[in-house]
Nanobody, 113 residues
């Protein structure tokens, strides 16, 4: 079955960086676009960024443009989210999702001094 496993979250200070990873199994990873989304405390689910199957097209929500970098390594079935210049409002549970049908368990990112 399809599994997505996120890692790399943690506590960071404002202005700091974290790198999230998402490893996929049970799927031909290179065939699919994939998305990062986040659950912000007290708010709904937010789309963060998306990447097409070969990594040639990447999209970001406005609030993370210039700070987050999404990439993928299809040879390793892995998705990345490099998060730089973190802000307290980036605090959330971050998920990778395949077509919004398959979700990982999430990895918590907390940005606080």
């Amino acid at each position: 079955q399809i599994q997505l496993v996120e890692s790399g979250g943690g506590l960071a200070e404002p202005g700091g960086s974290l790198r999230l990873s998402c490893v996929a199994s049970g799927v031909t990873f290179s065939n699919y676009a994939i998305t990062w989304a986040r659950q912000v405390p007290g708010k709904g689910l937010e789309w963060v960024s998306g990447i097409n199957s070969d990594g040639s097209e990447i999209y970001y929500r406005e609030s993370v443009k210039g700070r987050f970098i999404m990439s993928r390594d299809n040879a390793k079935n892995t998705l990345f989210l490099q998060m730089n210049v973190l802000k307290p409002e980036d605090t959330a549970l971050y998920y990778c999702t395949l077509g919004y049908n398959y979700w990982g368990q999430g990895t918590q990112v907390t940005v606080s001094s």
